[in-house]
């Protein structure tokens, strides 16, 4: 479905990715795993057209990425939910999802898509006029992947879902993501929680210093020393 091949991004001076290649078959769950810095979010920044690779070739079901205005990626089926979440905090937690489908223009549809996500997240359809910004971490990161669906995507960039949320949220947000995944979307995940993003994939990357250092089934990587002793504290 996705295909990477000897992707080079620079900052500048700065060589941040160097020869990456990676692939993601369709219905597949594939996790980025490293430290800080190591090049996963410049990875899908660069996937999603908000950065441009210096050399090397992105390909969606064959078409190549690198030729499709970033506004437009989202027509062919890939959905981006960004570190951080990025809701709209002066919007209602319904007028951000809208704002999701704004590539739509069926009101039948948009209103299905909606009560698809409030399927999933029922605390957001509990909370659909409140504001965004009064929105708990949790809650913005379930927004932030609820608009992402609102186009029914077939593939998902998830850059670091968990970040910043309590141990209890973080279990909450990683049965989302199974969830997700159960239903038939792709995801690429992007997660520094190595133990658990290891725990739901199917095959993984362990980026360092923007290289890929190894790579495998995740069950494998997890089982090996040398993953379990840089990456999940054992």
Do not use: C, W
């Amino acid at each position: 479905m996705l295909e990477v091949k000897d992707l080079n991004v620079f900052y500048g001076a700065i060589h941040a990715i160097k020869g990456i290649s990676l692939t993601v078959n369709d219905g597949e769950l594939v996790s980025l795993v490293g430290a800080n810095g190591a090049g996963k979010t410049t990875i899908l920044h660069t996937i999603s057209g908000l950065l441009t690779a210096s050399t090397g070739e992105i390909l969606l079901d064959g078409q190549n990425l690198q030729k499709v205005p970033a506004n437009t990626i989202i027509n062919l089926g890939l959905a981006h939910v960004p570190e951080g979440r990025h809701v709209f905090a002066r919007l209602t937690v319904e007028e951000n999802l809208r704002m999701g489908a704004y590539i739509l223009k069926d009101q039948k549809k948009i209103s299905e898509n909606l009560d698809m996500v409030y399927d999933h997240f029922p605390r957001l359809k509990e909370r659909y006029k409140q504001l965004a910004g009064t929105l708990s971490g949790g809650e913005q990161q379930m927004l932030a992947t609820g608009r992402a669906l609102m186009t029914n995507p077939r593939m998902l960039l998830m850059d670091e879902p968990s970040m910043g949320l309590s141990p209890i949220l973080v279990k909450e947000i990683f049965a989302i993501i199974e969830e997700l995944h159960n239903s038939g979307i792709t995801i690429l995940l992007v997660e520094q929680n190595a133990k658990m993003a290891l725990a739901i994939s199917d095959r993984a990357y362990v980026l360092e210093t923007g290289s890929i250092a190894m790579q495998g089934p995740a069950k494998a990587l997890s089982e090996d020393d040398r993953v379990r002793k840089a990456y999940l504290g054992a």
